[in-house]
């Protein structure tokens, strides 16, 4: 069974199948996109946001 | 001039020829029919090349590109003397550009900055200039943790109510209450300050001409009058301040904050804190904002590549075909 008689099946034959792999697959990429976009975006700006310094002032507040 | 011997018709011929400086052109009919004995061949090319249409138009062109060239780098047109009422300082002088920590497209504040910023504003700025927009709130998670922001507004008392008895009363603030005015209202706030109204600071980067770069020069930018320039009484001298006059005095100066990471406090390092800081109050939502500039930049040129890749394969039979003739044969005979 070729590649594509294999993806017909798959996903193409039934449309309930297609549009929910469809929706599904809308979901998974967009959770990957903005945890990778996140990812670039705080590597770039590493030790400038609140994320980065928050430490410093949280433990300073458990100690008093 | 060679041409004023000419008649109008034989220069029109000459104008028209195909192109000035072909060889071609030199030798057809026409260009002989305008030689006459006392000119050389090359002065023909000459001629019809100061002629020709084409030499007019882009002579025309480069005059008017010159001149609007001229207008747009220095602002007047070349060789009318201007003059004006005004002085160019009464626009205040034009800030540098400095490289902030934010100014690129995908950077954020640096929010340690933000920190030490809010602590210039609170213990110098908040004296006369007030924070309308921004709540104890905004400052959780930005610059701040909760509990420090609620131990902070709870120093501040608000005025509440009314109660049970219909009687306004006095609480220690919360997180949802905003930043504290220093002067009841503007004619207080103008009583105080000899006239001049201090401006809100909320959104001042938005509101000024060179945003964070303009504040920055002005906080650090004081120094003493020029001679033949008069300052009133109360007044200061600030050169980006326009028309060089500003009621607000020199605030920073070196040390006069204790930074509690250990950051030396020199003016300009107290100067780039707090403008980070009204930067950031101006816009609060900068971080994310570019955050989803980044994304938009990817979905979209995506987009537009999926676009053009599918025009170009639902394009491909149309452009391709071939439309082929087959006359019918002729059986008559």
């Given at each position: 069974?070729?590649?594509?008689?294999?993806?017909?099946?798959?996903?193409?034959?039934?449309?309930?199948i297609?549009?929910?792999?469809?929706?599904?697959?809308?979901?998974?990429?967009?959770?990957?996109f903005?945890?990778?976009?996140?990812?670039?975006?705080d590597?770039?700006?590493?030790?400038?946001?609140?994320k980065?310094?928050r430490?410093?002032?949280?433990?300073?507040?458990?100690e008093? | 001039?060679?041409?004023?011997?000419?008649?109008?018709?034989?220069?029109?011929?000459?104008?028209?020829?195909?192109?000035?400086g072909s060889?071609n052109?030199?030798?057809?009919?026409?260009?002989?029919?305008?030689?006459?004995?006392?000119?050389?061949?090359?002065?023909?090319?000459?001629?019809?090349?100061?002629?020709?249409?084409?030499?007019?138009?882009?002579?025309?062109?480069f005059?008017?590109?010159?001149?609007?060239w001229?207008?747009?780098?220095?602002?007047?047109?070349?060789?009318?003397?201007?003059?004006?009422?005004?002085?160019?300082?009464?626009?205040?002088?034009?800030p540098?550009?400095?490289?902030?920590?934010h100014?690129?497209?995908?950077?954020?504040?640096?929010?340690?900055?933000?920190?030490?910023?809010?602590?210039?504003y609170?213990?110098?700025?908040?004296?006369?200039?007030?924070?309308?927009?921004?709540?104890?709130?905004?400052?959780v998670?930005?610059?701040?943790?909760?509990?420090?922001?609620?131990?902070?507004?709870?120093?501040?008392?608000?005025?509440?109510?009314?109660?049970?008895?219909?009687?306004?009363?006095?609480?220690?603030?919360?997180?949802?209450?905003?930043?504290?005015?220093?002067?009841?209202?503007?004619?207080?706030?103008?009583?105080?300050?000899?006239?001049?109204?201090?401006?809100?600071?909320?959104?001042?980067?938005?509101?000024?001409?060179?945003?964070?770069?303009?504040?920055?020069?002005?906080?650090?930018?004081?120094?003493?009058?020029?001679a033949?320039?008069?300052?009133?009484?109360?007044?200061?001298?600030?050169?980006?301040?326009?028309?060089?006059?500003?009621?607000?005095?020199r605030?920073?100066?070196?040390?006069?904050?204790?930074?509690?990471?250990?950051?030396?406090?020199?003016?300009?390092?107290?100067?780039?804190?707090?403008?980070?800081?009204?930067?950031?109050a101006?816009?609060?939502?900068?971080?994310?904002?570019?955050?989803?500039?980044?994304?938009?930049?990817?979905?979209?040129?995506?987009?537009?590549?999926?676009?053009?890749?599918?025009?170009r394969?639902?394009?491909?039979?149309?452009?391709?075909?071939?439309?082929?003739?087959?006359?019918?044969?002729?059986?008559?005979?």
């Open positions: 069974m070729s590649l594509s008689t294999t993806l017909y099946n798959t996903f193409f034959r039934r449309n309930s297609f549009v929910g792999s469809i929706f599904a697959g809308a979901f998974v990429f967009g959770i990957g903005d945890s990778g976009v996140t990812a670039f975006y590597r770039w700006n590493k030790g400038k946001q609140w980065d310094i430490h410093k002032y949280v433990e300073a507040a458990e008093e | 001039m060679l041409s004023r011997q000419l008649s109008p018709g034989a220069l029109r011929k000459a104008a028209s020829l195909p192109a000035f060889k052109a030199l030798r057809s009919p026409r260009a002989l029919a305008v030689r006459n004995a006392s000119t050389a061949s090359s002065s023909t090319a000459f001629e019809s090349f100061l002629n020709s249409r084409i030499t007019l138009v882009s002579v025309s062109l005059t008017a590109g010159s001149v609007a001229y207008t747009h780098l220095y602002g007047s047109l070349p060789f009318l003397a201007q003059v004006h009422a005004s002085h160019a300082s009464d626009e205040g002088l034009h540098p550009q400095y490289p902030w920590s100014k690129g497209v995908l950077d954020t504040f640096d929010h340690a900055s933000i920190r030490r910023g809010y602590q210039v609170r213990e110098v700025c908040a004296a006369c200039h007030s924070l309308d927009r921004i709540a104890w709130r905004n400052l998670g930005v610059s701040h943790t909760v509990d420090e922001v609620k131990a902070m507004a709870e120093e501040v008392e608000y005025q509440d109510g009314p109660d049970d008895a219909g009687e306004m009363f006095m609480r220690p603030g919360k997180l949802a209450d905003y930043m504290p005015p220093p002067y009841a209202n503007e004619e207080a706030a103008r009583a105080g300050n000899m006239g001049a109204l201090p401006p809100d600071l909320s959104l001042i980067v938005k509101a000024r001409h060179g945003g964070a770069d303009y504040i920055f020069a002005l906080l650090t930018g004081y120094v003493d009058a020029p033949g320039v008069e300052i009133r009484e109360g007044m200061n001298y600030n050169p980006f301040f326009p028309g060089g006059a500003i009621g607000m005095a605030v920073l100066f070196d040390g006069l904050v204790e930074y509690e990471d250990g950051t030396p406090a020199t003016t300009s390092q107290m100067a780039k804190d707090v403008v980070t800081f009204l930067n950031w101006s816009e609060p939502e900068h971080d994310e904002r570019k955050k989803n500039g980044i994304k938009a930049v990817i979905l979209f040129s995506a987009l537009t590549l999926i676009s053009l890749y599918v025009k394969f639902k394009w491909t039979p149309i452009k391709n075909r071939k439309i082929l003739y087959d006359p019918p044969a002729d059986k008559t005979h």
